[in-house]
Nanobody, 127 residues
Framework: QVQLVESGGGLVQAGGSLRLSCAAS????????MGWFRQAPGKGRESVAV????????FYADSVKGRFTINRVNTKNTVYLQMNSLKPEDTAVYFC????????????????????WGQGTQVTVSS
């Protein structure tokens, strides 16, 4: 089992920035691909950004490319999501998720491939 705890959400004005953190515990962090997903009010959960176990491969949703950056520090068992130029449509609950990959550097944005999830952190962007 992997336990995930997100932090860093909050209220920010449009154009502002936030950095989300996800701390993992319970297993060898470097054996897991990680992802950030979000769910806006009244909408389904969607992929935002994912990163391979080594950090060498990343994937972003078109809606956040050029504004968001995912990275990880395996020695700290933590994955981050730096969010810049935030827009009101970025308002959502943001979830961190993990997927065991062993020694593979495969990465996928398919949320059904991620069995471990955090509780989520609210991000609200005001206009």
């Amino acid at each position: 089992q992997v336990q995930l705890v997100e932090s860093g959400g909050g209220l920010v004005q449009a154009g502002g920035s936030l950095r989300l953190s996800c701390a993992a515990s319970g297993r060898t962090f470097s054996n897991y691909a990680m992802g950030w997903f979000r769910q806006a009010p009244g909408k389904g959960r969607e992929s935002v950004a994912v990163i391979s176990r080594s950090g060498g491969a990343t994937f972003y949703a078109d809606s956040v490319k050029g504004r968001f950056t995912i990275n990880r520090v395996n020695t700290k068992n933590t994955v981050y999501l730096q969010m810049n130029s935030l827009k009101p449509e970025d308002t959502a609950v943001y979830f961190c998720a993990a997927r065991f990959v062993g020694d593979s550097n495969a990465v996928t944005g398919r949320q059904q491939e991620y069995p471990y999830w955090g509780q989520g952190t609210q991000v609200t962007v005001s206009s």
